[in-house]
């Protein structure tokens, strides 16, 4: 009987000791610096055309990550809930630091963004979804397949007066949580989640920032893999309309 028991122990601890390393939670740290511009233009009191660029780099600045394109126009319902739909390109750099191929990603959106106000504390909530045709790599060569997955994000952000003087900085604390889903999505439902903590400032009525830090936490494929990217961000933020637009055009002329 104890002989039986031992040979069943003998084989079973190998496949216990597999099962957990698969099991093991693997997080791979590294530095990024992400910095976008993100346009808006009012064409009226209901209609706004969107427009961002983004570029996120690897090690600080040394390596590309990708850059990041999006369009899209807007449908204001009143001044509290927007509506958006679009479309997004992202060329996203090899895994590898001896490939070369860059891989394309073509995606609609869509989203609904909420803002309100609690005292003098203002609040965003924004729900987007995402249709994502990814480029599929293999070997450093395109291989003419591509990976559909759907995907649903949503963001809370808090700007926080800190100061009296509207002039001065204003502390922004948002999180946004991501899953996806497709056929090829089986251990990883839950894509990401970004915390940031930082401040906005105003440059002008038309142009402000905000800078801080960023966590982006993102699960792998294989499901026990994840990268916890700790993110150095800058985004632009700049608003005007095409009445504003062709007033300056018109002043720039005249000066010529």
């Not at 610096?33 to 961002?52: G, R």
């Not at 497709?182 to 105003?202: A, L, M, P």
């Not at 985004?235 to 009445?243: A, G, L």
Request: net charge positive; glycine share 4%.
């Amino acid at each position: 009987m104890f002989k039986q028991l031992f040979k069943v122990l003998f084989l079973l601890v190998p496949i216990l000791v597999v099962s957990q390393k698969t099991l093991i939670k693997e997080v791979n740290h590294q530095s990024q610096t992400w910095i976008s511009i993100n346009n808006t233009i009012k064409v009226n009191e209901q209609l706004s055309f969107l427009a961002d660029f983004h570029i996120r780099r690897n090690d600080f600045l040394d390596n590309e990550n990708f850059y990041f394109v999006r369009f899209g126009a807007g449908h204001s319902l009143n001044n509290k809930v927007l509506l958006a739909a679009g479309y997004a390109h992202m060329w996203l750099a090899p895994t590898k630091s001896e490939w070369n191929t860059f891989s394309n990603e073509n995606r609609c959106y869509q989203q609904a963004q909420w803002s309100s106000k609690i005292g003098n504390k203002s609040i965003l909530q924004r729900i987007r979804n995402e249709q994502r045709w990814q480029e599929k790599i293999a070997n450093d060569q395109k291989t003419g397949d591509n990976r559909f997955t759907n995907r649903v994000r949503y963001l809370l952000s808090l700007n926080i007066p800190i100061f009296k003087k509207s002039t001065m900085p204003t502390l922004v604390v948002s999180d946004e949580i991501l899953f996806h889903f497709g056929k090829e999505v089986v251990y990883n439902t839950f894509d990401q989640n970004r915390i940031f903590i930082g401040i906005k400032q105003s440059i002008n009525p038309k142009l402000s920032f905000d800078f801080g830090y960023m966590n982006l936490y993102q699960q792998k494929y294989s499901g026990n893999q994840y990268d916890s990217n700790h993110t150095l961000r800058l985004f632009f933020y700049y608003n005007t309309s095409f009445k504003s637009l062709a007033h300056f055009k018109h002043h720039e002329s005249g000066d010529e």
